[in-house]
């Protein structure tokens, strides 16, 4: 899947283990803005490292990245 953003140069990535194409620079917070996912509901690890909530939209991903996005779900 590719992933558009506004700058020229694409870094490869994987997401859960599937490769995508995004833009250098994206961030956290673009990627799971760009995947559509309800950012209350979801944790983010890259490169192994859970990254806290609050520094989802400073923290770039480079290429080559392994990002892991669990999703919370609830039940009864």
């Known amino acids: ?3 558009q ?3 020229s140069s694409m870094n490869v990535i994987k997401v859960n283990g599937e490769e995508y194409q995004v833009g250098a620079g994206t961030t956290v917070s673009t ?4 995947l559509k996912l ?12 859970i990254v806290p909530r609050g520094s ?3 923290t770039k991903i480079s ?3 392994s990002v892991e ?3 919370f779900v ?3």
Do not use: C, I, Q
């Not at 990627?31 to 760009?34: A, G, I, Q, R, T």
């Not at 309800?38 to 490292?49: G, N, Q």
């Open 69 to 71: 996005v669990v999703h």
């Open 56 to 58: 989802w939209a400073a």
């Open 1 to 3: 899947m590719r992933l």
């Open 74 to 76: 609830g039940g009864g």
């Open 38 to 49: 309800k950012t209350d509901r979801v944790a983010v690890e890259l490169d192994r490292s």
């Open 63 to 65: 290429g080559g990245a």
């Open 5 to 7: 953003h506004p700058e």
């Open 31 to 34: 990627l799971l803005e760009k």
